[in-house]
């Protein structure tokens, strides 16, 4: 029933390390996306995906790298981690809302994953 | 480039007062979409609402009102009698069309209603 659901939930890993958070959507939307929170509350978009092809890249480290192998999922991977990447990470789809210039995605986000790194 | 302030980081107010929550956006669109989300204590994001820069009605639901003023690029958020359970962190956010379409948010406020 759970519209997007990222898994972990939770994740704590050392310094260095690679790991991947999930995400999944069951609404049928083309579009997803990752947002990172950091300490601060500030919530900044990363990566914008639609029909599995790349379309916001937002001044990301290489070290992140998205990853969706269908429309429903978009995962990330997080190579070499490090301090700094503590943070909350949401996961959002979205649909057009209306065709042409005014179109706007109205976006269902996930429950988020807290990282953190230490 | 787009941008939104929220110029308060926390307020603080006692149960039952109105409280207000400020939001002044920076775009070169000519259409474009104004939000507000919650984010409560346990940390999921909550829409509340969606305000299209055509649209400057005023908007009320329950205790919740926006007042959308587009001479002065704000968008404004106001929680009338409020209570414990609206202590959160609000975010306003603003996104341009199309597919490629963003949310940008601003810094939030967080509110904290005590009895």
């Known amino acids: 029933d759970t519209a997007v659901s990222q898994t972990p939930k939770y994740l704590v890993t050392q310094m260095g390390n690679d790991k991947s958070i999930k995400c999944e959507q069951n609404l049928g939307h083309d579009t997803m996306y990752w947002y990172k929170q950091d300490s601060k509350k500030f919530l900044k978009i990363m990566f914008s995906?639609?029909?599995?092809?790349?379309?916001i890249n937002e001044t990301v480290p290489n070290r992140f790298s998205p990853k969706s192998p269908d429309k429903a999922h978009l995962n990330l991977h997080i190579n070499s981690l490090e301090l700094g990447d503590s943070a909350v990470y949401f996961c959002?789809?979205?649909?057009?809302?209306?065709?042409?210039?005014?179109?706007?995605?109205?976006?269902?986000f996930g429950p988020g994953t807290r990282l953190t790194v230490l | 480039a787009q941008k939104v302030t929220q110029a308060q980081t926390e307020i603080s107010v006692v149960e039952k007062e109105d409280v207000t929550l400020d939001c002044v956006y920076e775009?070169?669109?000519?259409?474009?979409?104004l939000f507000w989300y919650k984010q409560p204590p346990s940390g999921e994001l909550v829409f509340l609402i969606r305000r299209n820069s055509f649209d400057e009605q005023n908007e009320i639901s329950g205790r919740y009102s926006w007042n959308f003023q587009k001479s002065t690029s704000s968008f404004n958020f106001t929680i009338t009698a409020s209570q414990v359970v609206d202590s959160a962190v609000y975010f306003c956010a603003l996104s341009d069309t199309g597919t490629a379409s963003k949310l940008t948010f601003g810094t939030g406020t967080r509110l904290q209603v005590t009895l």
């Open positions: 775009t070169r669109d000519t259409t474009y979409y």
């Open positions: 995906y639609n029909n599995k092809e790349l379309i």
């Open positions: 959002a789809s979205s649909r057009p809302t209306s065709g042409g210039a005014s179109a706007y995605n109205e976006q269902f």
